[in-house]
């Protein structure tokens, strides 16, 4: 008897968690990607047999993190990110035993510099941007060496712009809309434009990166959470300040807030889809596939984001802001994705950001 109860007792240590399942599907991650995934959450509960999803916002960052956390009913089955998977990521979860993940590209969204609709629309570059919102910016003297970041207003920045306090609200270190705006709109915008600190980057890596990524922290950007609707309201009680989140945002509050031309560019859904609004971004979810047939609905649910309905060119995700993929694309993509064979490594279809 002793013998049968040890028996059992080794049988339930060696199962894996997933043997205790959940019936509701557990979502993390993203909150660019969040009122993409409560809207068709919400249509999946209603149209089919299971629950609707339960889905929390902890920035691109902190989703990676819960779902590399490792595999069973108390981990997440999936994570929302506002940009691509990074290796660093990829060997967490390969640590903590999580296994293969798919990737599941949605779709594109831009990330914009807004102000209350009370106020002037800004028309800024995104050089401007980053000798407003770099840490440590070039030294006007040409000795090819940085300082830290004296600028107080945009008219120091640039005697185009108004002589109005810097005060931007930005998303935390966390979110997936930081890291794509300091690489599209601080490095790529900035640094890149200026040929001795490109340079850097051949020399010292590590230097480059963080004199291009590193924002101001003296009061003029300020972190504002993962809630970007508490941005908007912020907005539109001090017309001086700008914030910066994603375009889906802007779409959803128009008739409060507008977003500042950049680059000679408005953002629109017609100039992200075409490339030529220049801080823009592909969206992403991941799926843990050690979870899939044991979490019931998880397939149904990839299937219905993915849907023509959804995520199509006229699907119900375009009300909300998102900038649906070329058919060309989702024809190729979505397939494997449905088959979980579009597994994250180093032949991602997304290329892979070091840590």
């Given amino acids: 008897m002793i013998r049968k109860i040890l028996g059992i007792a080794l049988i339930l240590v060696v199962l894996p968690q997933t043997a205790i399942a959940r019936d509701q599907i557990n979502i993390v991650g993203s909150s660019t990607v969040y009122p993409f995934a409560i809207v068709v959450a919400e249509k999946f509960g209603k149209t089919t047999d299971h629950k609707t999803p339960k889905i929390e916002t902890t920035g691109s960052g902190g989703g990676m993190k819960l779902f590399c956390a490792g595999v069973g009913a108390q981990h997440p089955d999936f994570t929302n990110s506002s940009r691509a998977i990074k290796k660093s990521e990829i060997k967490n979860c390969n640590k903590n035993g999580v296994g293969d993940i798919t990737e599941v590209k949605v779709g594109y969204d831009g990330i914009v510099v807004a102000n209350s609709k009370s106020a002037k ?98 009061g003029h950007f300020i972190e504002s959470g993962e809630n970007d609707n508490l941005m908007v309201q912020k907005l539109v009680s001090n017309p001086n300040a700008l914030a910066i989140f994603g375009f889906s945002f802007l779409d959803q509050n128009a008739d409060k807030v507008q977003g500042a031309i950049i680059n000679g560019v408005e953002p629109s859904f017609e100039n992200i889809a075409n490339g030529q609004y220049s801080i823009s971004r592909p969206l992403f979810f991941y799926i843990k596939n050690a979870h899939v047939g044991v979490i019931p609905g998880m397939l149904e649910y990839v299937e219905e984001f993915l849907s023509d309905q959804a995520s199509g060119e006229d699907g119900y995700l375009g009300e909300k802001g998102l900038i649906s993929m070329p058919n060309e694309e989702r024809s190729k993509l979505n397939p494997k994705v449905l088959s979980l064979s579009l597994i994250v490594g180093e032949e991602s279809p997304s290329k892979l950001n070091e840590k």
């Avoid at 800024?124 to 207003?153: Q, R, V, W």
């Avoid at 005060?167 to 790529?188: Q, Y």
């Fill in 121 to 218: 629309r800004y028309a800024i570059d995104t050089m401007d941007l980053y000798l407003a919102l770099a840490k440590e910016i070039p030294n006007p003297d040409g000795s090819e060496t940085f300082i830290t970041n004296p600028n107080k207003t945009w008219k120091d920045v640039n005697p185009n712009l108004p002589a109005i306090k810097i005060e931007v609200l930005g998303p935390p270190p966390t979110s997936g809309t930081r890291d794509a705006f300091s690489e599209l709109a601080l490095e790529k915008g900035g640094c890149k434009k200026i040929k001795w600190i490109e340079a850097l980057k051949k020399k010292n890596k590590q230097e480059y990166k963080a004199k291009c990524h590193t924002t101001r922290e003296d």
